[in-house]
């Protein structure tokens, strides 16, 4: 159980454009999920913290209007780079803690995001 | 935030047991110890997750001393799949988003 995926694996895109991952807990409900973004070879970079049916907290440095966070229902958060631009190139991973005593996270697969 | 210390690499044989071990010095009294094992462009997967003593499941056991300022992961009779980065998370229990930071983590390599 706590299987958490993410669509889409893999996106190409222009520079300018903007793009939109979705992260869903398949099995569990999660009221919190988080972001995290992974350059290569470094560790994982927490971004912020997506709470259901409120504003995500975001952490030092991670701009709010580029990167938006949706939570809007217990199962689904979105993270929707805007304006993506080459050095937002990166792994995106999400992760969800079941709650309910349990507090260790379950992550999704990760996003490769590479912008042209 | 309990800031974590792990080596930066480590090589082992298959076949052997591998100890991994992570200093945490200001561990807070209600953190808990997680471990994390990534592959190359995957999402890392939980390993073990402790408070204190030992725990084991089927994959790991963790050992944590008394005083709680450090944690070895142990890998029973490694195999070339666990070559991977293992992390090691300290935080709260309840899923606060405390304690959410990612150390280097330790590279494992594995031979045949």
């Known amino acids: 159980g706590a299987v958490v995926s993410q669509h889409p694996s893999r996106v190409i895109c222009k520079s300018g454009t903007s793009v939109k991952i979705e992260c869903r807990s398949l099995?569990?409900?999660?009221?919190?999920m988080f972001w995290y973004r992974q350059f290569p070879k470094q560790s994982l970079m927490l971004m912020a913290t997506s709470n259901e049916g409120s504003k995500a907290t975001y952490e030092q440095g991670v701009e709010k209007d580029k990167f938006l966070i949706n939570h809007a229902s217990l199962t689904l958060s979105t993270l929707t780079v805007t304006s993506a631009h080459p050095e937002d190139s990166s792994f995106y991973i999400c992760?969800?803690?079941?709650?309910?005593?349990?507090?260790?996270?379950?992550f999704g697969p990760g996003t490769r995001l590479t912008v042209l | 935030l309990a800031k974590t210390t792990q080596p930066i690499s480590m090589d082992s044989y298959e076949g052997q047991e591998v100890n991994i071990t992570c200093s945490h010095n200001n561990i807070a009294t209600n953190d808990y110890i997680t471990w994390y094992q990534q592959f190359p462009s995957q999402g890392p997967r939980f390993i073990i997750q402790?408070?204190?003593t030992k725990v084991t499941n089927e994959v790991a056991s963790l050992f944590i001393p008394a005083d709680r300022k450090s944690s070895t992961l142990s890998l029973p009779r490694v195999s070339l799949s666990d070559t991977a980065v293992y992390y090691c998370l300290v935080g709260r229990s309840g899923g606060g988003a405390d304690g959410l930071t990612f150390g280097k983590g330790t590279h494992l390599i594995i031979q045949p």
């Open positions: 992760s969800a803690i079941p709650g309910q005593g349990r507090n260790e996270q379950f």
């Open positions: 099995d569990f409900q999660a009221t919190t």
């Open positions: 402790g408070y204190k």
